[in-house]
């Protein structure tokens, strides 16, 4: 049987620099490539040396989108979740929706493009 891991996910938002920094204080990720897309617009991939987010802006092409209309939420795992939440406030974001249940304690925030991401930490 094939094994897989996801290598990344491409969204759509309207400031790639500023999504771009969040995440990179969120995850401790870095930058690992930026330049124009081959559709238009631009494109930042953020992420370690094994998988990312690429953070893509083409003011052209449709949106915005629907949340869950395709995407749910993008969750990330992270280390000490009380630091993340503090980042996500200090971004002027909100935090909601809190739970502690297994596998492990979370919360969820919108973006400023209406992304729903849910920060989890299994610690």
Same mark, same amino acid.
């Given at each position: #049987?094939?094994?897989?891991? $996801? ?18 204080? $969120? ?48 969750? $990330?795992?992270?280390? *000490?979740?009380? =630091? =993340? ?10 935090? #909601?929706?809190?739970? *502690?249940? %297994? ?9 400023? *493009?209406?992304?729903?991401? %849910? #920060?989890?930490?299994?610690?």
């Amino acid at each position: #049987m094939p094994s897989g891991f $996801l290598e990344h996910a491409n969204i759509t938002v309207s400031d790639p620099d500023r999504s771009s920094a969040l995440l990179q204080k $969120l995850c401790g990720w870095h930058e690992r490539w930026r330049g124009p897309s081959q559709l238009g617009g631009w494109t930042i991939h953020v992420g370690n040396d094994r998988d990312y987010l690429a953070v893509y802006t083409n003011e052209g092409r449709g949106g915005p989108y629907a949340k869950g209309a395709p995407l749910n939420h993008v969750g $990330l795992v992270v280390d *000490d979740l009380d =630091a =993340a939440e503090r980042i996500v406030i200090e971004a002027g974001l909100e935090p #909601m929706n809190h739970g *502690d249940y %297994e596998p492990g304690r979370r919360f969820y925030f919108f973006d400023w *493009d209406g992304i729903e991401f %849910e #920060m989890v930490s299994y610690a």
